[in-house]
């Protein structure tokens, strides 16, 4: 009778302690996975992730593999503590070969996560930028702004993969320096294109703060003399003898008003 | 089955139009090649269609919609008083689910879509304008009927051609028709004397305002006391509208160009 049992502790003497606690932290580490990975997956639910990246390409390229963004980012995580037991356990278990090379992972690994999960971030975030641009702009029908919703969208996912490809060491220098160009180019253009833009909404914020004229004054402003029927951020109307002058603001603020009593 | 179907080609035969409310394109398409003439009414040509007809805004009330619609294709001279017309819209949410058979007849022309269309102010204003009007209509001001006067656009002349009573509440204020807040704040200082004046925009220029246009030749419909006369006066002589409430009969009525244009009961509105 007590043949079996004997057998039974000769396999678990049989077996170093060292094993079972690498089991055991495998075990742990099985869990700990299983369960960060239903909290991630809830948690991004409750913060509205599906609602918001509703549409987006990669939403439906996941969907079309039966899974979803949120579910790939909460399996990702899963898979990332699972990856981390399992050298924690060998590490435990003193598995002597290799151990070089499983140092190397073990260092690695972390940042292979982060950089998959920037990509994965950074593309979402592009193809919902490229789509609000787009409802944004379907408003105006001019087939040339057609290009606009997508060099936001590769503008954006150019970035994640500059901060992917940082995170797991690869020389990003010269990418980083075509990334600097491109942006002086776009602000350099931008400030150019809406200089009087800005500096007539400068001025509009001063004309309706202090209101140095209001509707139904006669003002002479840039050389027009009218009554001023609508004052707005960028724009002054005044109107004269059935004449409408749009006058920007920052010329009414360059050149001076007249108002007109009489 | 087949008496609702003859029913519906009942309906639909010898139809002389076909109104088409904000249709997809692809719906569209399908009437392509038709014989009938189909008018698309929406915000926007998204379709592309030859003819269309601009919604300035969208009515949730569908015989509003219609009603608009019509009276839009008739100042284009796409439909005129007696033509049968068939109008596909959509009652609910989401696709076309109905078809409506309306006889046009110059009643349907209430003058209602000019209002709209051809005012200096932007439909918008004019709407939000019209509805706390036609509000203050219904409830008056704590519960006693009241009177009110807006003239809507055209601030500039309007202000010129009046005089301030007291000093303006909106005096230096950045506020506009159409918020709920700036509602209350109207229909509280509804129980001053004056009319309210509002840009084209929908900025409240002033309140307590004293119009003086010159009132000659203005022929407004006998009964109507100093308030309208006012109304109708200052619209001949700027290009405003005039929205006014009676005190005394509770109706709100437009006047445009000296003229009266429209006329509607709260009540049933």
């Known amino acids: 009778?007590?043949?079996?049992?004997?057998?039974?502790?000769?396999?678990?003497?049989?077996?170093?302690?060292?094993i079972w606690l690498a089991l055991l932290v495998l075990l742990f580490g099985l869990v700990a996975a299983y369960v960060v990975g239903v909290i991630n997956r809830r948690l991004l639910t409750r913060a509205g992730v599906p609602d918001v990246i509703e549409g987006t390409a990669f939403e439906r390229t996941a969907r079309e593999f039966d899974t979803s963004t949120v579910r790939i980012l909460a399996s990702l995580s899963s898979y990332f503590i699972v990856a981390v037991a399992v050298i924690a356990a060998m590490t435990v278990a003193e598995v002597n070969y290799l151990e070089q090379f499983w140092a190397g992972v073990a260092a690695f690994l972390p940042r292979v996560f982060i950089a998959v999960v920037v990509l994965i971030v950074g593309v979402v975030i592009g193809d919902k930028a490229e789509l609000l641009v787009a409802e944004r702009l379907r408003g105006i029908k001019l087939p040339e702004l057609g290009v606009l919703p997508p060099i936001v969208k590769y503008s954006i996912v150019y970035v994640a993969a500059l901060v992917a490809l940082g995170q797991v060491g690869v020389q990003t220098l010269a990418l980083v320096v075509l990334l600097a160009a491109y942006a002086f180019a776009v602000v350099l253009f931008a400030a150019l294109g809406l200089k009087d833009l800005?500096?007539?909404?400068?001025?509009g914020v001063f004309l309706l703060l202090r209101q140095p004229y209001g509707i139904g004054d006669e003002v002479k402003v840039a050389g027009e003399r009218g009554i001023v029927q609508e004052v707005d951020l960028f724009v002054t109307h005044i109107e004269a003898g059935g004449e409408d002058h749009v006058i920007p603001n920052h010329s009414v603020f360059r050149d001076g008003i007249v108002l007109i009593r009489d | 089955m087949a008496s609702l179907t003859d029913h519906l080609s009942d309906l639909v035969s010898d139809a002389d139009a076909v109104l088409l409310f904000s249709p997809t394109s692809s719906?569209?398409?399908?009437?392509?090649?038709?014989?009938t003439d189909v008018v698309v009414?929406?915000?926007?040509?998204?379709?592309?269609?030859?003819?269309?007809?601009?919604?300035?805004?969208?009515?949730d009330n569908v015989k509003d919609r219609i009603r608009f619609g019509i009276e839009g294709a008739m100042d284009a001279d796409l439909v005129s008083a007696g033509d049968e017309v068939v109008c596909v819209a959509s009652v609910f949410?989401?696709?076309?689910?109905?078809?409506?058979?309306?006889?046009?007849?110059?009643?349907?022309?209430?003058?209602?879509?000019?209002?709209?269309?051809?005012?200096?102010?932007?439909?918008?204003?004019?709407?939000?304008?019209?509805?706390?009007?036609?509000?203050?209509?219904?409830?008056?001001?704590?519960?006693?009927?009241v009177g009110a006067l807006f003239v809507v656009g055209d601030a500039g002349k309007v202000m010129n051609k009046s005089r301030p009573l007291s000093y303006n509440p909106f005096e230096k204020s950045h506020v506009h028709v159409g918020d709920p807040i700036v509602n209350v704040m109207l229909k509280e200082f509804s129980r001053l004397d004056g009319a309210f004046v509002v840009s084209d925009s929908?900025?409240?220029?002033?309140?307590?305002?004293?119009?003086?246009?010159?009132?000659?030749?203005?022929?407004?419909?006998?009964?109507?006391?100093?308030?309208?006369?006012?109304?109708?006066?200052?619209?001949?002589?700027?290009n405003a509208t005039a929205i006014v409430l009676s005190e005394s009969d509770g109706l709100v009525r437009a006047f445009k160009a000296g003229e009266l244009v429209l006329e509607i009961d709260p009540e049933e509105y």
């Not at chain 1, 009778?1 to 060292?18: D, H, K, N």
């Open chain 2, 41 to 59: 009414i929406a915000p926007d040509n998204d379709v592309d269609a030859e003819v269309f007809v601009e919604l300035p805004l969208p009515f």
């Open chain 1, 1 to 18: 009778m007590s043949a079996v049992p004997t057998s039974l502790s000769g396999v678990v003497s049989a077996v170093p302690e060292r």
């Open chain 1, 198 to 203: 800005i500096a007539s909404a400068a001025a």
């Open chain 2, 202 to 238: 929908g900025k409240i220029v002033s309140a307590y305002r004293y119009l003086e246009p010159g009132a000659e030749g203005v022929d407004i419909p006998k009964g109507l006391g100093a308030r309208h006369m006012a109304g109708g006066a200052i619209t001949r002589d700027t």
């Open chain 2, 27 to 35: 719906f569209f398409d399908r009437f392509e090649g038709d014989d």
């Open chain 2, 93 to 145: 949410d989401g696709g076309p689910d109905s078809v409506i058979r309306v006889t046009v007849d110059e009643t349907v022309h209430t003058g209602i879509y000019g209002l709209f269309v051809d005012s200096r102010a932007e439909p918008s204003v004019i709407r939000d304008v019209f509805e706390v009007a036609i509000e203050l209509g219904q409830k008056g001001q704590k519960g006693k009927p």
